[in-house]
């Protein structure tokens, strides 16, 4: 019923949860000690015995237990607190770190929508798994033990029916969590389920409308929205249900000590000031475990978010080598690299060989394997056959630091995050000045746009929506530029963007090869681009059909040169045509 994993992992977790569990104990002898005075002075005033020195004891008495008390109350809390704040922070990096482990191919293993739910409120319920559930199990078991050795001395009796009827409680715990367990299991996978619809249909929304499905797509939420209500309403009503029964235990038990001291008090089996304290204590006896009934169903949340937590941070890491490149050479060689998503080879006996500071170029037909083998080769997709290397080490061994800061990719959908224009250019370089930044914006012909709207300033919104897409793709390349990796990968950076960002982004890529040495691997539909490129290969089905310069391709007048003739001849119709 406690997660020792749990505990293990947490920086102070043991030490929170003995915390709460002697705040509570030390709570509960202030509460005995206020009890036994109480009965002592209504007995002394019951048969005309009391003092008024004793009566002043008794209150002095109690005033400090119940200050003493509430002392310990606050104690607990603030314990309490510390281990909730802990579980947090320390949950939430290890997932986060897990993630970065996992790398940029981390899909593969989980969905966003998991992600955010498991950060969210994953790690929430088990804020309140550990800062109340552990202490309250521990406090549970102790508290009746610490009653019975401090009642059994005045009846052995009735403070044996009281301890024994305790036990009742965890029973029907355990039954209930044997029901718990299947339907909580369907509860979280209906709940990821539409976490996970959710966050798509949110995504496609503009595709949605423009093809008229949000209708259907709505209807299709409702049905999912339904099931988690009714599961939800299944769960709670689990949770009601045991809860009751937990009460009528725990009030019965203490209706059964409370009638066996009265008629041990009537017999003559107990004196009066001791039947008072019976009488007061008995409920003590099933409260903590009631308590514990009660956050048992958090509990039990708390430890599906823990597997499903320890699931993720379980998950097999690729092995990732642990070569660093050295800078020297950042050649790029493909020898008989194959490559399968499932079972089909995407993939087969590609060679490719990029010199440092060359730009080649990869054309072809969709669905040819182009995005594949940018993939591969910033370790997106994993598992190749043949050879990949990088400035002579092989790509597998390579670490992933070392590969990150080397290759810096721009697809045609750059992730704007929302922050300002500062924000997003500085994930390219932490350390880059305002001058710097200014000067990567100037490059792509960005300053004079974004000046009157507030420039480093500009708050982007989600999604960079409030620039346009060209805009959008010209502050992605300025970031790449500002990152100053010796490789890049531009896989259909100018799709889709107005001509003028087209030729502005091109200029730049020329740049970066010509006057900058870095290696450029430019992916691009439109041939004319590729024009000047060192070398080009044409893919086909996975496998590259030709290759060399645009002059000696057309002179080939294989598929790249009927690729471009008839490209051009298109754009000069439209050219034409306009
Ligand atoms: N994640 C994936 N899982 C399974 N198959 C995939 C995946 N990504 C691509 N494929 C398949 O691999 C093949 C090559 O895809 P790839 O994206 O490399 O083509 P491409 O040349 O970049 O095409 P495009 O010009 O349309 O971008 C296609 O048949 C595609 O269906
Ligand atoms: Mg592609």
Redesign the pocket.
């Known amino acids: 019923m406690i997660k020792t994993r749990l505990l293990r992992m947490l920086k102070n977790g043991t030490r929170y949860v003995v915390l709460q569990v002697v705040w509570q104990w030390l709570g509960l002898i202030a509460q005995i000690i206020i009890v036994g005075c109480i009965a002592r002075t209504l007995s002394g005033a019951y048969y005309h015995k009391l003092t008024t020195k004793q009566l002043l004891i008794y209150i002095g008495v109690v005033l400090f237990s119940v200050v003493a008390r509430i002392i310990f109350d606050r104690l607990y809390t603030e314990a309490s607190f510390e281990a909730s704040v802990d579980v947090k922070s320390v949950i939430r990096e290890k997932i986060y770190s897990k993630l970065l482990r996992l790398g940029s191919g981390y899909r593969k293993y989980v969905s966003s929508a998991q992600i955010t739910q498991m950060m969210g409120e994953g790690v929430e319920q088990l804020e309140v798994y550990f800062g109340k559930y552990i202490s309250q199990f521990v406090y549970a078991l102790l508290a009746p033990f610490t009653l019975f050795l401090f009642l059994f001395q005045y009846n052995i009796k009735v403070s044996l029916v009281l301890l024994v009827a305790v036990p009742l409680i965890p029973m029907v715990i355990m039954i209930v969590m044997k029901v718990a367990r299947k339907l909580l299991d369907k509860y979280f996978k209906i709940y990821y389920g539409l976490g996970d619809t959710f966050l798509e249909k949110l995504h496609g929304m503009t595709t949605l409308k423009i093809y008229g499905a949000d209708g259907q797509a709505a209807d299709e939420m409702d049905e999912e929205s339904e099931n988690f209500r009714r599961i939800t309403m299944k769960v709670l009503s689990m949770q009601l249900n045991s809860t009751i029964i937990m009460d009528v235990i725990a009030y019965a038990g203490a209706a059964v000590g409370i009638g066996v001291t009265l008629n041990e008090f009537a017999a003559g089996g107990m004196k009066l000031s001791e039947a008072i304290m019976f009488l007061l204590l008995s409920a003590e006896f099933f409260l903590p475990m009631r308590l514990l009934g009660s956050y048992f169903h958090i509990g039990m949340n708390g430890m599906k978010a823990a597997d499903k937590i320890f699931d993720f941070l379980d998950i097999k890491e690729p092995a990732h080598g642990k070569v660093v490149l050295d800078g020297k050479s950042y050649d790029i060689a493909l020898r008989n690299t194959a490559f399968s998503?499932?079972k089909e080879r995407?993939l087969d006996n590609i060679n490719i060989n990029i010199p440092t500071g060359k730009l080649i170029s990869i054309v072809?037909?969709?669905?040819?394997?182009?995005?594949?083998?940018a993939?591969i080769l910033r370790r997106q997709?994993k598992g190749y056959e043949g050879s990949i290397t990088i400035g002579g080490r092989e790509l597998k061994d390579i670490n992933e630091d070392s590969l990150m800061s080397a290759i810096t990719a721009v697809s045609y959908n750059s992730f704007i995050f929302p922050g300002t224009v500062r924000d997003n250019l500085l994930l390219g370089n932490g350390k880059c000045s305002d001058k710097k930044l200014t000067n990567a914006l100037k490059i792509m012909n960005l300053l004079e746009e974004l000046k009157p709207l507030g420039g480093l300033d500009l708050q982007l919104k989600e999604g960079g929506s409030n620039l346009s897409g060209g805009q959008r793709q010209r502050l992605a390349l300025a970031r790449a530029l500002l990152k100053n990796s010796p490789i890049y990968i531009f896989?259909?950076s100018t799709s889709n963007i107005d001509v003028e960002s087209e030729e502005i982004i091109m200029k730049v890529i020329r740049k970066l090869s010509k006057d900058m040495g870095k290696t450029i691997i430019l992916?691009s539909?439109r041939l004319a681009n590729v024009v000047s490129s060192d070398s080009i290969f044409m893919?086909e089905a996975?496998n590259i059909v030709e290759q060399g310069t645009h002059s000696q391709l057309m002179v080939n007048k294989g598929s790249y040169a009927k690729l471009f003739t008839a490209q051009h001849r298109l754009e000069n119709y439209a050219g034409g045509e306009s």
């Open positions: 998503y499932d995407v072809g037909v969709s669905g040819s394997g182009k995005s594949t083998i993939g997709f896989d259909e992916i539909h893919l996975g």
